[in-house]
């Protein structure tokens, strides 16, 4: 194998190291230690699959080297290896860029004396360092062989205090550069790639076809696609170069169902049948050394308790994501924020939350430096990625709880069940919001089935929820469930039409279903843009301009400008649409969304009644075409989520002073079948 080290890559990440150690992390992480001394040993396939040891020789020369030494010193590095690998390290020599302070020296072990003149060396380099009288070392890694083994006397012998900097290293290596983002947002698309085009559709068609397949079974088909290259080539388009010998699986996916669950990294999949009731999958890809990792949660025919504490988990995880992982937040705050948000919506739920809500990702799949805890004080920095890993565990459902809706016959299956949801979230710029790495979707109804009875009294619900534009997919046909594009769940299950008409949906309409997402996955294989990804690229430019024109609007005479002071300018009056409901449009309509552009307003339909919303009380809008149903939903300014720079004053004042006690609106969904504007 051909090996080739960047060398400028080295000499900055070297820096970057040595820069953190010697600056406020010295005293706080890295314990105190005048020098740093790292070594590995043979290779030991039964040693864990992550070690800061690897990550270190991965950062650094970007390959792992067993049997070295490197000592970390006030003045640079020094490294102690076989003139095999000296070999491939020497070019770094000439590498040094003018004006770098910083040393590389490169020891030949010698068999003959056992490295004794070696380690004299070693020990000498390290007591110049600093004070010269602690030595920070992998407290938790014992690398095994001779070599290892008589490294490990000659620091004994050495007398030096000793401290564990495992902790150092890993904040050290915690905000990412460019060159590590991109490979986390390549192995983020893989890892949503994984789920939304392998176990959505597999999980489908066992819940579809009443199958009894293994959880265990399921896992092997999702390692196959990474382990397969021709497999690998659905979860990416031709414009990604991506060379399969770079990819491989984090950990072991674990799919679970049948209320025993394992909410936490660890989670295996049994050998029992998945079970149409709550299923949680979590999976990762590895790709060049660096990790993503996502978990969702999917639910059919959830009783009521089952719902409300996923819509509150959901709230949660979209809380931390948009607005507390920001640069300069302490990790514990951001923790006890969250504790917080569960406890004031609901008590009884906080004690199944899970302790630690995440934890930092990068060339580890779980890096215990910036564990998401109460424990921890460290503080987010930019760059700094982090798998948001929010759960509820084993919530009891009563008896009552668990009986079925519309006094359906039967109970819930479940007597407890647990929830899940997983993402990698790369830090912002201070001020700027954290970007979201992997991408499903997480909204309830995208990931909830409903498979019921097939009344004709059930029906007949499901078209009143229909027009009343409830668009959660509760109906009690077999199933009302639709594939999202950004990959919800899926295709009609059983042969229930969700539609007005109520017709069944023919084999050749499910067909076509099947065909259509095939196309899609093609468009990908071959470079092109799918519809979806040509509607969300038309959505952006709709958003640009409805920027610019509002904030011409704006400076054309908006409160503000009209010389109003900044107190003035956010009186919440200037939000009122209608002083009186006989000043409302004559053609508002209970079943119709109607915007009244003079008074800056959109009429929605709700139980039956058109209710105003101003323009400013809207953060975004969006639209989705899937089959006949077109879908629209509505995204409300709301406490707890940032409001954007062309939000209105007089909206922000609102929020800042109710969000303490009141209750917001965060979204609304309409569906229809009428594709018709007035």
């Given at each position: 194998m051909s090996i080739t080290i960047d060398g400028a890559l080295f000499w900055a990440r070297l820096q970057k190291v040595h820069g953190a150690w010697q600056g406020s992390l010295k005293n706080r992480s890295f314990g105190g230690a005048d020098a740093l001394f790292v070594v590995t040993g043979k290779i030991d396939d039964d040693a864990p699959p992550f070690q800061r040891s690897q990550s270190l020789h991965l950062f650094l020369i970007q390959y792992e080297f067993p049997e070295l030494a490197m000592l970390f010193t006030e003045t640079g590095l020094t490294i102690l290896s076989s003139d095999k690998k000296l070999k491939h390290l020497e070019p770094l020599l000439a590498a040094k860029p003018e004006g770098c302070a910083l040393s590389l020296a490169l020891l030949a072990r010698n068999k003959a004396d056992k490295n004794a003149e070696n380690y004299a060396t070693l020990l000498k380099l390290t007591k110049g360092s600093g004070k010269g009288e602690k030595l920070g070392v992998l407290g938790k890694e014992a690398p095994l062989g001779a070599f290892a083994e008589q490294t490990k006397e000659?620091?004994?012998?050495?007398?030096l205090e000793r401290a564990d900097v495992t902790k150092g290293f890993g904040l050290a290596l915690a905000p990412k550069d460019s060159v590590e983002l991109g490979h986390l947002r390549t192995a983020a698309k893989l890892t949503s790639r994984l789920l939304r085009k392998v176990f959505v559709d597999e999980m489908e068609t066992i819940i579809d076809e009443e199958k009894k397949v293994k959880h265990s079974t399921i896992a092997g088909k999702l390692n196959a696609h990474l382990e397969t290259p021709e497999k690998l080539k659905l979860?990416?388009?031709k414009k990604d170069v991506i060379d399969?010998?770079?990819?491989?699986?984090?950990?072991?996916?674990?799919?679970?169902?049948g209320g025993s669950y394992v909410t936490k990294l660890s989670a295996q999949s049994s050998d029992a049948p998945m079970t149409s009731d709550v299923v949680i999958a979590s999976m990762g890809v590895r790709y060049?050394?660096?990790?993503?990792?996502?978990?969702?949660?999917?639910?059919?025919?959830?009783?009521?308790?089952?719902?409300?504490?996923?819509?509150?988990?959901?709230?949660?995880?979209?809380?931390?994501?948009?607005?507390?992982?920001?640069?300069?937040?302490?990790?514990?705050?951001?923790?006890?924020?969250?504790?917080?948000?569960v406890k004031e919506r609901d008590p009884s739920l906080l004690p199944h939350l899970s302790k630690s809500i995440g934890w930092g990702v990068g060339l580890e799949i779980r890096d215990s430096a910036l564990t998401l805890d109460t424990k921890n004080e460290a503080k987010l920095q930019a760059g700094m990625c982090v798998t948001v890993c929010v759960s509820f565990s084993k919530v009891a459902l009563s008896a009552k709880e668990r009986k079925l809706a519309d006094g359906a016959a039967g109970s819930y299956p479940l007597e407890s069940f647990s929830l899940m949801l997983a993402d990698v979230v790369a830090v912002g710029e201070a001020g700027a919001p954290s970007e979201l790495l992997t991408?499903?979707?997480?909204?309830?109804?995208?990931?909830?089935?409903?498979?019921?009875?097939?009344?004709?009294?059930?029906?007949?619900?499901?078209?009143?929820?229909?027009?009343?534009?409830e668009g959660s997919g509760k109906g009690k046909g077999k199933a009302a469930a639709v594939k999202t594009e950004d990959g919800g769940p899926g295709s009609k299950l059983k042969t229930e039409s969700i539609y007005d008409d109520d017709k069944p949906l023919e084999q050749s309409e499910r067909s076509k279903l099947k065909a259509e997402r095939l196309r899609r996955q093609a468009a990908i294989a071959a470079g092109e843009q799918t519809e979806e990804e040509k509607r969300q690229e038309h959505q952006r430019e709709l958003i640009k301009q409805q920027a610019a024109e509002a904030a011409a609007m704006r400076k054309g005479g908006g409160p503000k400008d009209a010389g109003m002071t900044d107190e003035a300018a956010a009186d919440p009056k200037h939000l009122v649409s209608y002083k009186k409901m006989s000043t409302m449009p004559?053609?508002?309509?209970?079943?119709?969304?109607?915007?009244?552009?003079?008074?800056?307003?959109?009429?929605l339909p709700i139980n039956g009644v058109a209710v105003p919303f101003h323009i400013s009380t809207i953060k975004s809008v969006t639209k989705a075409q899937e089959g006949k149903v077109t879908t629209c939903r509505f995204n409300f300014y709301s406490a707890g989520a940032a409001l954007d720079k062309d939000s209105n004053p007089a909206m922000g004042a609102i929020v800042e002073k109710h969000k303490a006690q009141a209750w917001f609106l965060r979204e609304l969904s309409f569906r229809t079948q009428v594709r018709r504007t007035d």
């Open positions: 000659a620091v004994d012998a050495a007398g979860l990416h388009s399969a010998d770079d990819v491989e699986a984090c950990f072991e996916p674990a799919v679970q169902s060049k050394s660096y990790c993503g990792m996502i978990a969702r949660t999917f639910m059919v025919d959830p009783v009521k308790k089952v719902e409300r504490a996923y819509l509150l988990l959901q709230s949660l995880h979209e809380y931390l994501c948009e607005s507390q992982l920001k640069a300069g937040a302490v990790v514990a705050d951001v923790v006890v924020a969250a504790q917080k948000f991408k499903s979707e997480t909204r309830f109804d995208s990931v909830q089935y409903t498979l019921g009875g097939d009344s004709d009294e059930d029906e007949d619900e499901d078209d009143e929820d229909e027009a009343a534009g004559i053609k508002a309509s209970g079943s119709q969304i109607l915007c009244d552009s003079e008074k800056k307003t959109v009429l």
